[in-house]
Nanobody, 122 residues
Framework: QVQLVESGGGLVQAGGSLRLSCAASGNIVRLDDMGWYRQAPGKQRALVATIPRVGVANYVDSVKGRFSIFRDNARNTVSLQMNSLKPEDTAMYYC????????????????WGQGTQVTVSS
């Protein structure tokens, strides 16, 4: 299968910045969409940003202009630069990746990281 390992969360004051990173490993044949989701206490996991292998990134309206998603196809990594953070950005952030891996056969995968906590104080 494919494993995702996240890093970069933490505690920051409102207006500050954080950068999250995620590295995918395993018998990856192809990585398609990669992205970040977040889940605040008592709420469902929700999209933050996604980026295709080639093409334009997609952002939820609440982070447009503040967050930027990047990927490095050679290193199978995706990053989320978060600027002008607000208390409402506080959540557990999860990396997601979809694509094809090589096992006994080529199979599609949809993998999640373990999550990294982002806390923004007011």
């Amino acid at each position: 299968q494919v494993q995702l390992v996240e890093s970069g969360g933490g505690l920051v004051q409102a207006g500050g910045s954080l950068r999250l990173s995620c590295a995918a490993s395993g018998n990856i044949v192809r990585l398609d969409d990669m992205g970040w989701y977040r889940q605040a206490p008592g709420k469902q996991r929700a999209l933050v940003a996604t980026i295709p292998r080639v093409g334009v990134a997609n952002y939820v309206d609440s982070v447009k202009g503040r967050f930027s998603i990047f990927r490095d196809n050679a290193r199978n990594t995706v990053s989320l630069q978060m600027n002008s953070l607000k208390p409402e950005d506080t959540a557990m952030y999860y990396c997601n990746a979809r694509g094809v891996y090589s096992g006994t056969y080529f199979r599609e995968f949809n993998s999640w990281g373990q999550g990294t906590q982002v806390t923004v104080s007011s």
